[in-house]
């Protein structure tokens, strides 16, 4: 009977630590949403973009859940009109297409708050702040109807001139959001500057994952050994 109550209680903390994890999950998810009150209205960019892209709205955004990938994810993002004067910790908006900025006296943005916003390819912007990455890491970059409006972003890697940038040997240049690039190595190839040929480390992409398996284990070690004492 007790040890019953026991592992009760061992699978009641790792279903607690779970509801945990994906509730803290789920909750930064929706921050980003409502930063402000209101919903995406369809008369916005953002608003036709989503009615034409058959999205879901939730507060400020719109969402796309393509069958393909489970989780829904950000791909407009209306936050006009939302008395904002700094912006920072957009992140969960990185898949977004399109953003609206506009109509906040925002005094500037850090061009790293866009840093892996690599599908980001309309963005509205009060007039006295520039495009992020500059006027060169966008195709048009126009003040139109009192807005500064950056369409179309650049590839960073692919341009002659003085913007090219190059990767060290082994590895590819790829693009990561307005006016910033990643070098990714090559097949084969790993550790700094891609200079070791080989395996794939599987420590790091297993990283995240073994962590969790380790404090598992650690968590029923815990409350097993509790359980020896007690009988
Ligand atoms: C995704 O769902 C829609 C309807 O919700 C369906 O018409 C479409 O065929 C689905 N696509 C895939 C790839 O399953
Ligand atoms: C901005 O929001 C205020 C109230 O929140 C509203 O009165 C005003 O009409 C809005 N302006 C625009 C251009 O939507
Ligand atoms: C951005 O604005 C804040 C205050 O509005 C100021 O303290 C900061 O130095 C500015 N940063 C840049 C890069 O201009
Ligand atoms: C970027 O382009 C806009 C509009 O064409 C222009 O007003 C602005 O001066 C340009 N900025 C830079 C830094 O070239
Ligand atoms: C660079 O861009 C051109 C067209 O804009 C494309 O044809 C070419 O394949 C690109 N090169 C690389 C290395 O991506």
């Not at 609206?100 to 006295?128: C, T």
Request: proline share 4%; glycine share 8%.
């Amino acid at each position: 009977m007790r040890a019953g109550y026991c592992q009760l209680k061992t699978a009641l903390v790792i279903l607690t630590f779970y509801l945990c994890f994906y509730a803290t999950h789920q909750l930064t998810e929706l921050q980003v949403c409502n930063l402000c009150s209101g919903t995406v209205s369809d008369r916005t960019v953002v608003g036709r973009f989503c009615t034409s892209s058959a999205g879901r709205t939730e507060g400020r955004c719109c969402l796309r859940n393509d069958n393909t990938s489970n989780p829904e994810y950000i791909i407009g993002l209306d936050l006009s009109n939302c008395s904002l004067t700094c912006v920072e910790g957009l992140q969960d908006a990185s898949t977004a297409l399109m953003i609206d900025l506009s109509l906040n006296s925002i005094a500037n943005i850090s061009d790293s708050v866009f840093e892996g916003f690599i599908d980001l390819n309309y963005l509205v912007l009060p007039p006295n702040l520039p495009c992020p990455g500059g006027n060169s890491s966008w195709e048009k970059a126009e003040v139109h109807e009192g807005n500064r409006v950056c369409q179309v972003q650049r590839n960073i890697c692919n341009q002659t001139g003085q913007m090219s940038f190059n990767c060290p040997e082994n590895s590819l240049c790829a693009p990561y959001g307005p006016g910033f690039f990643e070098c990714s190595c090559a097949d084969n190839y790993h550790g700094y500057k891609c200079l070791r040929e080989g395996e794939f480390p599987a420590l790091l992409v297993f990283g995240p994952l073994g962590a969790s398996t380790v404090l598992i284990s650690i968590l029923l070690w815990v409350t097993q050994r509790r359980k020896a004492k007690s009988v």
